[in-house]
């Protein structure tokens, strides 16, 4: 199958809907991360791919170390179980970009990706709320609640070789989208059955009123990223800032009308910092190790999801990888073994809560290695601040192809 028709799989993939996890219920949605299968596969980190020409696409300051023109496309499915719900399933489109040289030792890239995404219907039981009494007769209400849309994001991104051992990234980002958020309040009467004292729950639909938010969002990024190599060792250091970001939410209530657009608009602010370290074992594998900080989102609670932010987190993220070259001639060039653990620590005014997971992947590099195909595996458990989503476990599957071709590069004339 040709890569085009790979990237249309993925492209369609990438619009099919699916429930989210507990993250979801916070912020502007659960984050969507783990772009690069090759990354995500060694505990799942963000510097390091465990590749021979260690290009990673979450890397920044490494996008130069290929002279290649690489078009790359990613997608994940995954599935998230409860001790109080069904198993839910969600898929997410990761990432379409194009990564291309603009001089000796220099690229650039631009892509496209999600940010955060929510996508839930939740439907209250008869029953959890305390009737209330008028007059002879008692009634009690449910509310359903549904979201659905988020944060995606537009980059350019530019890295370069500065010195010996030195290396630079940078990349700007717009954000943009939607979020839709309606709340419906039902209201029922309750009455009991004098033969069999069953509860009697009468729906009055025309008391049925809906409350519907759209949030649109528009805001820039910069992130930073350094890179220094001495002999066998690796240091990465990043930085995110975010100059602005701007919500405009509409209300509409039901068949009341819609109220004042309620405006608000961020000031400067640091989104993540991190830290890398690799060590190369012999010639073909190696050991990593990352910390990472990403803040809250800088709105105010009264526009997050249930008014909840996402709340802090740091992690810690270690990863083995080995690399099998093929010394005989053949299509395929070299195989890419990836492992590791991480551990995330999410701080929100409710509590402390954990994720840990273990990580196992598998890549392929073929036809003179401009071409890979990469396969990343994630096992996981957290806690949150929801009892019905108490001791959730996950799992997902993240799926990368990239092609590449000696493209704007100047050829020598014989």
Do not use: C
């Amino acid at each position: 199958m040709k890569i085009k028709n790979y990237l249309l799989l993925l492209l369609l993939a990438g619009l099919l809907s699916g429930q989210n996890s507990s993250l979801a219920f916070s912020g502007l949605g659960e984050r969507v991360r783990a772009f690069d299968p090759a990354s995500a596969a060694i505990g799942n980190s963000q510097y390091f791919s465990g590749r021979a020409n260690a290009v990673g696409l979450t890397a920044l300051s490494s996008l130069w170390m290929s002279p290649l023109s690489r078009i790359y496309a990613s997608t994940s499915f995954g599935f998230v179980n409860s001790k109080a719900l069904p198993a839910q399933q969600n898929q997410y489109f990761r990432n379409l970009s194009f990564i291309f040289p603009v001089g000796q030792q220099k690229a650039m890239s631009i892509g496209l990706q999600p940010a955060t995404r929510a996508d839930f219907y939740i439907h209250e039981s008869l029953g959890s709320n305390p009737n209330v009494q008028f007059g002879d007769q008692y009634f009690t209400s449910i509310t359903k609640y549904h979201a659905v849309g988020g944060l995606s994001e537009l980059y350019a991104g530019y890295a370069a070789k500065v010195a010996e051992n030195i290396s630079l990234g940078a990349q700007w980002t717009w954000s943009f989208g939607n979020l839709f958020q309606y709340d419906t309040l039902l209201t029922y009467s309750v009455t009991t059955d004098p033969l069999s004292g069953e509860v009697v729950y009468g729906n009055f639909a025309s008391n049925v009123s809906t409350l519907q938010r759209t949030h649109r969002f528009h805001g820039q990024t910069l992130a930073l990223e350094g890179r220094i190599r001495a002999h066998k060792n690796e240091f990465v250091f990043s930085a995110m800032v975010q100059p602005h970001l701007t919500v405009t939410t509409t209300h509409r209530f039901g068949s009341i009308g819609a109220a004042p657009e309620d405006k608000h608009t961020s000031g400067f602010s640091l989104r993540s910092l991190g830290a890398g370290y690799s060590r190369v074992l012999g010639n073909l594998q190696g050991i990593t190790l990352e910390l990472h900080r990403v803040e809250n989102e800088n709105i105010p609670s009264r526009l997050a999801i249930f008014q909840t932010l996402s709340g802090t987190s740091n992690s810690i993220n270690l990863g083995y990888y080995k690399v099998f070259n093929n010394p005989r001639l053949s299509n395929w060039n070299t195989l890419n073994t990836r492992g590791g653990v991480f551990l995330t620590q999410l701080n929100k005014p409710a509590g402390t809560y954990y994720d840990f997971g273990i990580t196992l992947g598998i890549g392929i590099d073929y036809i003179k290695s401009k071409n890979a195909v990469d396969l990343a595996l994630i096992f996981g458990q957290r806690s949150s601040e929801f009892e019905e989503f108490s001791g959730e476990k996950y799992a997902s599957l993240i799926l990368g192809f990239t092609a590449g071709e000696m493209w704007f590069m100047k050829r020598k004339r014989k």
